[in-house]
């Protein structure tokens, strides 16, 4: 079982600056495809940024140029960095861990990001 703890969410201004970041147990970044998706209210959950082990990254279009996803293998974490941020970027953001050779996805509990406008 593979836990994933979010951390950073919070309340911004329009324009501004958040970082998420997800505290993650998995064995390696090597067999996982890690991810970020967010859910707005009313809305389905989308894929917002994912990173292959190769460390090629996919991002949305409505986030590309503003978000960049990476990974700390020190601590063991992947990180989402948001800048510019709009208040339709406003959502419960989850991380994910897709084992690759199973296809088993693991879910954080989510934080909220809220942006005002």
């Known amino acids: 079982q593979v836990q994933l703890v979010e951390s950073g969410g919070g309340v911004v201004p329009a324009g501004g600056s958040l970082t998420l970041s997800c505290a993650t147990s998995?064995?390696?970044?090597?067999?996982?495809?890690m991810g970020w998706y967010r859910q707005a209210p009313g809305k389905q959950r989308e894929m917002v940024a994912r990173l292959n082990p190769g460390s090629s990254s996919e991002y949305a279009d409505s986030v590309k140029g503003r978000f960049t996803i990476s990974r700390d293998s020190a601590t063991n974490s992947v990180i989402l960095q948001m800048n510019s941020l709009k208040p339709e970027d406003t959502a419960v953001y989850y991380c994910?861990?897709?084992?690759?050779?199973?296809?088993?996805?693991?879910w954080g509990q989510g934080t909220q990001v809220t942006v005002s406008s």
């Open positions: 994910s861990a897709m084992r690759i050779v199973t296809e088993t996805t693991y």
């Open positions: 998995v064995s390696s970044f090597s067999v996982y495809h």
